[in-house]
Each structure stands twice: as C-alpha cells, then as structure tokens.
C-alpha cells in the first residue's frame, strides 16, 4: 500500500499488508523493519550485551530441544549470577538444521559485564550437557539491532525451509511459542510495536497507483516519483544484516 503523510502532501511511504502469518516472508521483513527500529531506540544510549545460548544437539525431536533450552534459559535467570549481572532485555529465538536441529537464543541484555567463563560454567551445569555460549559488547546498536530482528520476524533458517520434511516439523511445533520476549526491566516493553508517530493516510495500492501514472495520472506520476526519489522502503537502517554484530 502506498500512504501519505498527513502533515506533509509530499512525504509517501509503502507499508506491507500484513496477513499475520510468521511464516509470510512479505510480512517478516515488514516485522524486521519495525524491531529494528525499537530496538535500536533501546540499546543506542547505554551498554548492552549480545548473548548467544545454545543447547547440545542430536536427533531429538524440536519439540524436546526448544522445550530444554527454554527451561535452561528460565532457571539461568534464576541464578545469582544472572541476578547480579544483568537487568534486562529481549530473547530472540532462531532455529537452524544441519546435524540434527539447532535451536538456539539470541539475547540482547542490559546490565554489567558478565565473565564468559562464569557464565559456560553456569549454562553447563544447568543443561548438563551444553557449555557453548558467547558474549559480546554491542559497540555498533544499529547493525545488532537489525542482526537479532531478523530472528524475531523469520526465526526459521534456509536450512529448514529448504527441507520439506523439516519445514513440516516446524510449522507443527511453532504455533502459541514466543519467537520473541522480554525479561527483566524490560519486561512489558513491546518490542514489535510500530513506533512510527506519523499520521498515514491510504492513497491505494502501489501497482493501482502505477497503472494510473502509466496511463499518464500526473497525480499518480507525481507519487512515484517522490517515492523514488526518497526510496523509503531502501534506507539503510532498515536493512536486516547477514553477519553476526561485532564481528
């Protein structure tokens, strides 16, 4: 949909029809744009820490893998150490498939530094088998921002959606799960909430409004045009990064 600023005659932006689907690529990236935008509102004034979490893995079902990293991940928040060290933040939750599946947490967290050996030492005794984490300073919010949103809108690797039968076992596993979730001081912020204060108003549908300047509308030529000139859809803070952040 193409809509209109309704303060500025001149300002136009496209916008998804969201359907609501998680699986909806069109929909995920639409997500994406908009946690990107409010996580980066969150972490760019303070230190923050980006923490992965994963569980040992085999041949379980995905049921069974994300049920134990969720319980692992309830009682580290329990622990002294998390406690102590940390106030906050959101989990992300990406799954991948290659030797089994690979369930596994990104968090995005607020609070005092925190010794990777601690806390390996502490994931191992509570997973009893799993000792692989990985901490690191967020020195660049925008790009991790957009990393970790990427997860929360399509959480679901090519490695699964390639593979029919896997695709399958997912879909069936995923309903009613968080994808995404807040924890701590954070807790009740709504992270995929459109924080966009603009007032848009609908103009109709972008390929409406391109058979019309095709067909010489100066109005709809007029709209494209400024579209074009301002590619909004194309900004560089809304771009979801492939590679990790920081490294």
Avoid at 46 to 65: A, N, Q, S
Avoid at 165 to 172: D, K, M, P, Q
Avoid at 189 to 198: A, I, K, L, M, Q
């Amino acid at each position: 949909m193409i809509l209109q600023d309704a303060k500025n005659e001149k300002h136009y932006s496209l916008r998804s029809m969201i359907c609501r689907d998680r699986f909806c690529p069109t929909c995920s990236s639409e997500r994406a744009r908009s946690i990107a935008r409010n996580l980066l509102k969150k972490i760019e004034d303070r230190p923050h820490r980006f923490i992965t979490l994963t569980v040992r893995h085999g041949e379980e079902r995905l049921e069974d893998l994300i049920n134990k990293l969720m319980r692992s991940f309830k009682e580290l928040r329990r622990t002294k150490l998390w406690k102590k060290k940390v106030d906050g933040g959101a989990a992300f939750l990406e799954i991948k498939r290659g030797n089994g599946w690979h369930p596994h947490l990104h968090l995005v967290c607020v609070g005092d530094y925190i010794d990777h050996a601690e806390l390996r030492r502490e994931w191992l005794r509570i997973t009893k088998d799993s000792s692989i984490v990985d901490i690191r300073l967020i020195r660049e919010p925008r790009k991790t921002a957009s990393y970790v949103a990427k997860y929360a809108s399509k959480p679901l690797s090519p490695s699964v959606i390639n593979d029919p039968a896997a695709l399958r076992e997912a879909i069936r596993t995923l309903p009613g799960r968080k994808l995404l979730w807040t924890f701590g001081e954070w807790r009740g912020w709504r992270v995929h909430e459109d924080s966009d204060p603009t007032v848009w108003m609908t103009v109709g549908t972008l390929n409406d409004v391109l058979e019309l300047a095709k067909a010489g509308d100066k109005n709809a030529r007029e709209i494209i045009d400024l579209l074009e000139k301002g590619r909004p859809w194309r900004r560089t803070q809304d771009t979801v990064e492939e590679k990790p952040p920081d490294g």
